[in-house]
């Protein structure tokens, strides 16, 4: 079962539709979460250490991660998905992009 944990800036659309509609995939497990400071479910250290993988949203929140999290990122697989904050929970053209961006990535 692979591990795939979802990352954006306050893990209120992106990042959490990541998860859900991902979650449905057989031979995976999905988690999310928000590397800013004011994000509504906020990335731990336990969180990272569960991942196989991360899948960050925007290439800022891949250096946010590594200044706070560096140390226990060693041998973790991290990937940005170029997806820009511009969509709301579900929205049907976010799904689509996280279909076209990451899918591929997850089989």
Not at 24 to 47: H, V
């Amino acid at each position: 079962m692979k591990k795939v944990l979802f990352i954006c800036g306050k893990a209120r659309s992106r990042s959490p539709t990541a998860a859900q509609i991902f979650a449905d995939w057989s031979g995976l497990r999905t988690d999310f979460g928000g590397i800013s400071n004011d994000a509504d479910d906020a990335l731990s250290t336990d969180q990272i250490d569960w991942a196989d993988v991360i899948m960050v949203m925007e290439r800022r929140h891949q250096t946010r991660l590594n200044d706070r999290f560096g140390r226990i990122l060693a041998g973790k697989k991290v990937l940005v998905l170029d997806i820009r904050d511009r969509f709301s929970f579900m929205d049907r053209e976010l799904i689509e992009e996280l279909m076209d961006k990451a899918g591929p990535r997850l089989r």
